[in-house]
């Protein structure tokens, strides 16, 4: 079996502090990562089951140092996708958005 290959990308939209400290993480959209999880439909010509997407927006980051993050935001990842639910996948791709507070 292929070893599962986590990408974190940690992609910053918005300069906004919050010092809560409760991180908050949430699909952008649910349908969406959904659908980029089964393959239910999207074009099998532009999709591959090999190479899954998600998509994640982030609040309330702004007291964690940035290890501590990137540790919480990982250990979100192993949770939450295990091999067992990602299929014969060989790569997940997860993007985190910061969250802009208004």
Same mark, same amino acid.
């Given at each position: 079996?292929?070893?599962?290959? *986590? @990408?974190?990308?940690? +992609? *910053?939209? =918005?300069?906004?502090?919050?010092?809560?400290?409760?991180? /908050?993480?949430?699909?952008i959209d649910?349908?969406?990562?959904?659908?980029? +999880?089964?393959?239910?439909?999207?074009?099998?010509?532009?999709?591959?089951?090999?190479?899954? @997407?998600?998509?994640?927006? *982030? $609040?309330?980051?702004? =007291? &964690?140092? $940035?290890?501590?993050? /990137?540790? %919480? &935001?990982?250990? !979100?990842?192993?949770?939450?996708? %295990?091999?067992? $639910?990602?299929?014969? =996948?060989?790569?997940?791709?997860? !993007? @985190?958005?910061?969250?802009?507070? *208004?």
């Open positions: 079996m292929k070893q599962l290959l *986590v @990408f974190l990308s940690l +992609i *910053v939209i =918005a300069s906004c502090k919050n010092n809560s400290g409760n991180l /908050f993480i949430e699909p649910e349908s969406l990562n959904g659908r980029l +999880i089964t393959g239910q439909g999207l074009n099998p010509n532009y999709y591959s089951k090999k190479d899954l @997407f998600q998509y994640y927006e *982030v $609040a309330n980051d702004g =007291a &964690l140092p $940035a290890d501590s993050l /990137f540790l %919480k &935001l990982n250990t !979100f990842i192993s949770k939450k996708y %295990k091999r067992t $639910a990602i299929g014969q =996948a060989s790569t997940l791709t997860v !993007f @985190f958005y910061k969250k802009k507070l *208004v």
